[in-house]
Nanobody
Framework: HVQLVESGGGSVQAGGSLRLSCAASGDISGGYCMAWFREAPGKGREGVGA???????WYADSVKGRFTVSEDFAKTTVFLHMDRLTPEDTATYYCAAGSGANSDNWFKTSLYPYWGQGTQVTVS
């Protein structure tokens, strides 16, 4: 079983930056993928970015060049650094863990059996 705990959300003005963290514990076996999703009111959950066990990175077009996914050396914490935030980035952000991700499917929620509780990001 894998547990994920997000932190770092908050309120920021447009153009500002935030960094979200996702601390993972439990049995994260080889072949894992860690992803960030977000869900705005009235919208579905969308993939923001992901990183897999060999360091491959994928991003949604809407955040490319502004958001960066990274992980610490121990690979127990995944980060989402968000720059040049806009009001359209306002959402609850979720960390997710799964396996078998590639460039064609990393954004599918069905790939991830483990989810964090979410952290709110508000941009005004």
């Amino acid at each position: 079983h894998v547990q994920l705990v997000e932190s770092g959300g908050g309120s920021v003005q447009a153009g500002g930056s935030l960094r979200l963290s996702c601390a993972a514990s439990g049995d994260i076996s080889g072949g894992y993928c860690m992803a960030w999703f977000r869900e705005a009111p009235g919208k579905g959950r969308e993939g923001v970015g992901a990183i897999n066990h060999i360091g491959s990175l994928w991003y949604a077009d809407s955040v490319k060049g502004r958001f960066t996914v990274s992980e610490d050396f121990a690979k127990t914490t995944v980060f989402l650094h968000m720059d040049r935030l806009t009001p359209e980035d306002t959402a609850t952000y979720y960390c997710a863990a799964g396996s078998g991700a590639n460039s064609d499917n990393w954004f599918k929620t069905s790939l991830y059996p483990y989810w964090g509780q979410g952290t709110q990001v508000t941009v005004s």
